[in-house]
C-alpha cells in the first residue's frame, strides 16, 4: 500500500485581507491571527481593499463597515457581484 504524503511544499498558507480604516483595530486582528498558520495583509479603506483584491484575491477578507471613501457595504456589494470575487469568504 502506497502512502500518501500530505504535507506538500504545494500547499500555501491562506491569505486573510484585514480592512479597517482605524490601525488600531488592524494591529489587534493581526495580532489574533498570528497563531493562526495564516498570512495577513491589509487595507485601510474600501479602495485599497479593491486594489489589493484585483491584483491577488485572499481567501479571506475580514470587513470593517464604516470607512471612508467606500463603506464596507459597498465593497461588500462590488465583491459579490463580480464572478471572479464572488466565492471570496467575507465576515464583517
Known amino acids: 500500500m502506497e502512502k500518501i504524503n500530505t504535507n506538500t511544499a504545494e500547499q500555501k498558507q491562506p491569505v486573510i485581507l484585514v480592512v479597517d480604516d482605524n490601525q488600531q ?18 487595507a485601510h479603506d474600501g479602495l485599497e481593499a479593491l486594489e489589493i483584491v484585483k491584483k491577488n484575491p485572499p481567501d479571506l477578507i475580514l470587513l470593517d463597515v464604516m470607512m471612508p471613501k ?9 465583491l459579490k457581484n463580480d464572478s471572479k470575487t464572488t466565492e471570496i469568504p467575507i465576515i464583517m
Open 25 to 42: 483595530n488592524l494591529e489587534l486582528l493581526q495580532a489574533y491571527l498570528e497563531d493562526v498558520d495564516c498570512t495577513t495583509i491589509s
Open 70 to 78: 467606500m463603506s464596507g457595504f459597498e465593497v461588500c456589494k462590488r
